[in-house]
């Protein structure tokens, strides 16, 4: 990647979004050698920018490019000949000059590790086992969520809510003091307003008695059973083996396991499309602040970006809405919401691949939900879908033969 992507400019009056643009790009650009830290220069860089807000934003960004420069010339001889660590140091450069940033001056401050929910101040390898720690203080076991996204996307929240979405572009799934989760979306279809997910980021802050900042990054046709660094636990703190990657099935089935912080996180790739799903402790769910109020798994889709069945496109009749349901029922006994969100997705797409999609997220779910009782949601989306799957069929065949008989 040249000078001219990762030297991407900035100023301190562009907002939020620009900037995370920017982090992630420094991020990814990459080809690290084995002893490179360039990429623990970047992890620091997104970790210390990712919320920058407010009067004294200017300030903090300078000291983060500072703190980012400072890190780089200390790697700077293990890097020599790496494509990317010459991007980053060029780049930085750059984005000083663009923001008036001078070379001297302060820094970010170093980050002091987030305590473990439940346990101020203990820096012992015993916390980072979270439900042992949970149940000992509060004598019962934790309470876990479920969230998930797959499909067109679909998401399931926290609060087992379920909305179909359009979300092109980078949004976060998740924004808490532990964990960042994003998601990138293209549309499925010509036309459509229908997307799939084609990338997944999640970062798993430092914590300092348990594990160093690691990030994780999937991609289609690259589902990476190993983090950004080539580790595949949280590093050599004395808690680094609470967090782990699980590979079920090469390129297609990848778990995460956050032990310290009771959380579970599953990414598949089907077909052209990427999946997830998380089992999280509810104290770590809600470890946030109002200025990260926009979460996916949290909330929902923002009312702007939520699809109703009137702005569906067909598939020009490739796959009918009798021959979705058909194919949907081979792989989801129960008509809920993954039913639903199959025959939709089959429908608007043309692409048969979304019924192993639907289903999976339902096997992740059975795995992850708390409660097998909400296992199975019945009632209308947020994309106005009546109640009762039979009805929907019948409300998308009759779209789909006017939209053939008007073409």
Not at 89 to 115: A, F, W, Y
Request: charged share 20%.
């Amino acid at each position: 990647m040249g000078r001219a992507v990762c030297s991407t400019r900035l100023s301190h009056s562009t907002n939020a979004g620009f900037i995370i643009k920017a982090l992630f790009l420094l991020l990814f650009c990459r080809h690290a050698y084995s002893h490179c830290k360039i990429l623990h220069c970047n992890s620091e860089y997104v970790a210390s920018t990712l919320n920058l807000r407010g009067p004294n934003k200017h300030v903090a960004y300078c000291n983060a490019l500072r703190s980012y420069s400072h890190c780089t010339r200390r790697t700077a001889r293990t890097c020599r000949g790496d494509l990317t660590y010459h991007s980053a140091v060029h780049g930085i450069e750059d984005l000083m000059i663009q923001n008036n940033c001078s070379k001297e001056g302060p820094t970010s401050p170093t980050r002091s590790p987030v305590p473990s929910p439940g346990h101020q101040g203990m820096e012992s390898p015993e916390i980072c086992d979270y439900e042992k720690s949970f149940a000992r203080q509060h004598g019962r076991p934790p309470t876990y969520q479920h969230c998930a996204t797959f499909g067109d996307p679909h998401v399931r929240t926290f609060g087992d809510e379920f909305h179909t979405c359009r979300v092109e572009g980078s949004w976060p799934l998740l924004d808490n003091n532990y964990l960042f989760a994003q998601a990138t979306s293209y549309p499925v279809a010509k036309g459509s307003n229908a997307t799939a997910t084609s990338k997944l980021t999640i970062i798993f802050k430092n914590m300092k008695e348990c594990i160093d900042q690691k990030v994780y990054q999937a991609e289609i046709g690259n589902l990476p059973a190993a983090f950004e660094d080539g580790s595949m636990n949280g590093g050599e703190r004395p808690g680094g083996n609470s967090l782990t990657i699980h590979e079920h099935t090469p390129g297609r089935h990848v778990e995460i396991r956050a032990a310290y912080i009771g959380t579970t996180i599953a990414v598949r790739q089907v077909g052209k499309q990427l999946s997830f799903s998380i089992r999280a402790a509810e104290e770590v769910v809600r470890s946030f602040t109002d200025e990260q109020d926009l979460q996916l798994c949290v909330g929902g889709c923002p009312p702007s970006q939520r699809i109703s069945r009137n702005e569906c496109c067909c598939n020009d009749g490739v796959i009918t809405a009798e021959k979705a349901h058909v194919l949907c029922k081979e792989k989801l006994l129960i008509e809920d919401v993954y039913f639903q969100s199959c025959v939709f997705d089959v429908v608007t797409s043309g692409d048969i691949n979304f019924t192993l999609a639907a289903h999976a997220a339902l096997e992740d779910a059975q795995a992850f939900h708390p409660d097998a009782k909400k296992l199975h949601i019945f009632q209308a989306d947020a994309a106005g879908w009546p109640r009762g799957s039979t009805f929907l069929l019948l409300t998308i065949a009759v779209v789909l033969s006017g939209f053939q008989r008007h073409f």
